[in-house]
């Protein structure tokens, strides 16, 4: 097996990243719904703990690819953003975007379920980590007007993710909004296991498609769906209505597995698909 280039480890670090994080997965997928209160956190920091060499610890070292993530993140955000803001961001990382945020924003929470990505950083004075069992946002209702999840909802349990998302719901203000971005499932899998799985095996534990959250997010009371298009730093300016992305799924959906895998892949379309989800409560 060839690794692309964008992956700067070995083929043996990889191989043992994939077999730690598959095993500590399926824990997750086989726990009740109490176990996986605590595991989330345990079995998190229990990866970054075994798994040095894991993307997220390295990016600390790259100032570069960090700088770049954060003006993209930056350019999502910016049109969303004023300075009394509160903003909160779920799955922050190594929080380099939510301290770039603070310099912007009256207030900024983050909320995780480990501490072990930031135990050494150097927090803002308006920023707060909180920790969470994987469902809970425990911040005040009504109490923030942008919640931002980068690549966090495909992580979690279904049920999970949409108990988070009910939880998001009621943290934001009236005419708040989240904004939620996660690979698309139709040009999966995404989590370490593409190298080895057709399907995703790692913590990745649900990949969505813009109509299923689109749905899930109607459920739960969301009045307003658009879609932002993105390519690398660029930001598309206008918001989008969700239904023509909807109907483009629905035409992958009705061609031959093959088919709709190779056409989804093409760069045009998978632009299309990346789901830069913005709902407005």
């Known amino acids: 097996m060839n690794l692309p280039k964008c992956e700067s480890r070995t083929l043996e670090q990889v191989k043992e990243h994939y077999e730690i994080e598959k095993d500590l997965a399926s824990k997750l997928r086989n726990a009740s719904k109490e176990e996986r209160q605590y595991l989330y956190t345990s079995l998190y920091d229990e990866l970054f703990q075994r798994v040095q060499h894991h993307p997220q610890l390295l990016q600390k070292a790259s100032s570069q690819e960090q700088a770049r993530a954060i003006t993209f993140k930056m350019n999502l955000l910016k049109r969303f953003l004023h300075q009394q803001s509160i903003f909160l961001e779920v799955g922050p990382g190594d929080c380099s975007l939510a301290f770039n945020v603070a310099r912007y924003v009256k207030k900024v929470y983050a909320v995780d379920v480990s501490y072990e990505i930031t135990a050494n950083s150097v927090k803002p004075e308006n920023f707060q980590l909180m920790i969470s069992d994987g469902c809970s946002i425990p911040v005040p209702k009504n109490s923030v007007d942008v919640v931002y999840s980068d690549n966090v909802i495909e992580h979690l349990h279904p049920d999970d993710a949409l108990a988070q998302l009910q939880n998001i719901y009621h943290a934001l203000n009236p005419g ?106």
């Open 176 to 281: 708040g909004v989240f904004i939620c971005v996660t690979p698309n499932r139709f040009y999966g899998p995404h989590d370490i296991s593409r190298y080895f799985d057709k399907v995703a095996t790692g913590f990745h534990l649900k990949e969505y498609t813009i109509s299923e959250l689109a749905e899930i997010c109607k459920m739960i009371g969301f009045k307003k769906l658009q879609m932002m298009l993105s390519v690398k730093e660029f930001v598309l300016p206008i918001l989008l209505p969700v239904f023509p992305f909807r109907w483009l799924e629905a035409v992958l959906h009705w061609l031959p597995t093959s088919a709709s895998q190779q056409v989804s892949r093409w760069f045009p379309i998978k632009i299309l698909l990346h789901i830069n989800l913005v709902a407005t409560k």
